[in-house]
């Protein structure tokens, strides 16, 4: 069963506006959650990261946001730039746990 | 450091055939991570090792697949007999402290595996 869970498959999103990407879990022992960006024929590389003990997490143009009640984290990119386009990749791991667990992930393409 | 290193980065077998995927994982990290990218199930952790030992392999489709660490520096991921629907991207995947590191894991390019 997937206990991190991406539901939008694909985004589109004008250059210099506000991208939105959003991820739901389940498993309510998850205290870390990472963002990771794909490009095709590349491996998955880190974007950006938050404990549970924070709400929000920023890095430029990148902000994660976590509501712990609703169990839904969610990563904004403004502004958005073409070469943001690329798959999103949302992750989560249990405090005692070493391996991440990762949602199906979201295809965001900005156009210009 | 040039990072994780998976070869093949294609592989094109026939079913029933042995495939063997290789990863080198950056010098130092301590995890290392086996992961399947599927359409249908996204990035599903298949087995990961510690110390060149393997902590969890419960993701592990079947038997036909097994994981390897005879070291530090290598490991493979080895299907046989290889069929259609063991067709995917696998990636391999280093980390010095596991899931606990700031920035998660380092990916290798992959390699994409189809089994005709």
């Known amino acids: 069963d997937q206990q991190v869970k991406q539901n939008s498959p694909s985004l589109s999103v004008q250059e210099g506006r506000i991208s939105i990407l959003n991820c739901d879990y389940t498993?309510?022992?998850?205290?870390?959650f990472l963002w990771y960006k794909k490009y095709p024929a590349e491996g998955p590389t880190f974007l950006i990261s938050?404990?549970?003990?924070?709400d929000k997490n920023e890095d430029g143009r990148f902000t994660v946001f976590l509501n712990k009640s609703a169990k839904h984290l969610s990563l904004h990119i403004v502004p958005s730039q073409p070469g943001d386009s690329a798959v999103y990749f949302c992750a989560a791991s249990v405090n005692s746990g070493y391996a991440l667990n990762f949602g199906k992930g979201t295809s965001l393409l900005v156009t210009p | 450091d040039a990072g994780v290193i998976q070869s093949p980065r294609h592989e094109v077998t026939e079913m029933g055939q042995e495939v063997t995927l290789r990863c080198k994982p950056i010098?130092?990290?301590?995890?290392l991570f086996w992961y399947r990218q599927t359409m249908m199930r996204g990035l599903e952790l298949l087995i990961y090792?510690?110390?060149?030992?393997?902590?969890?392999d419960s993701g592990m489709p079947e038997d036909r697949f097994s994981a390897k660490m005879p070291n530090a520096s290598f490991s493979t991921l080895k299907i046989q007999p290889s069929e259609p629907r063991d067709s995917a991207v696998y990636f391999c995947?280093?980390?010095?402290?596991?899931?606990?590191?700031?920035?998660?894991?380092?990916f290798g390019s992959g390699t994409r595996l189809t089994v005709v």
């Open positions: 938050i404990s549970s003990i924070k």
């Open positions: 010098s130092g990290h301590d995890y």
């Open positions: 995947a280093s980390s010095p402290r596991g899931a606990r590191a700031n920035y998660g894991y380092t």
């Open positions: 498993n309510s022992m998850f205290d870390y």
């Open positions: 090792f510690n110390n060149n030992v393997p902590i969890d």
